[in-house]
């Protein structure tokens, strides 16, 4: 299985991104997938979790500003990121989340003016 992240970058605070992951060798319908990121001398942690059908759960720290969606079909679970904050500066990863596989390299999300 491959997790490939992308759609990460430089911001400014206050403005916005969307991630994309593409799962690979594996379908990601029936399972809990996730994002999740690690801060530099921080643990990885996880940010938001979907459901197979469509529920989520956010941390608190991103709660009401990011929003985890998927697509079956395509085989890809996004994440819009808005009103970004310096502590989410991070490397950006997706997983199935009940069963980890293999952590893909992740997508760097940096938020500095």
């Known amino acids: 299985v491959q997790l490939q992240a992308s759609g990460g970058g430089l911001v400014q605070p206050g403005g916005s991104l969307r991630l994309s992951c593409a799962a690979s060798g594996s379908a990601i319908s029936g399972n809990l997938m996730g994002w999740y990121r690690q801060a530099p001398g921080k643990q990885r942690e996880s940010v938001a979790l979907?459901?197979?059908?469509?529920?989520?759960n956010y941390a608190e720290s991103v709660k009401g500003r990011f929003t985890i969606s998927r697509d079956n079909a395509k085989n890809t679970v996004s994440l819009q990121m808005n009103s970004l904050k310096p502590e989410d500066t991070a490397i950006y990863y997706c997983?199935?989340?009940?069963?980890?596989?293999?952590w893909g390299q992740g997508t760097l999300v940096t938020v500095s003016s």
């Open positions: 979907i459901t197979s059908g469509g529920g989520a």
């Open positions: 997983n199935f989340a009940t069963v980890l596989r293999k």
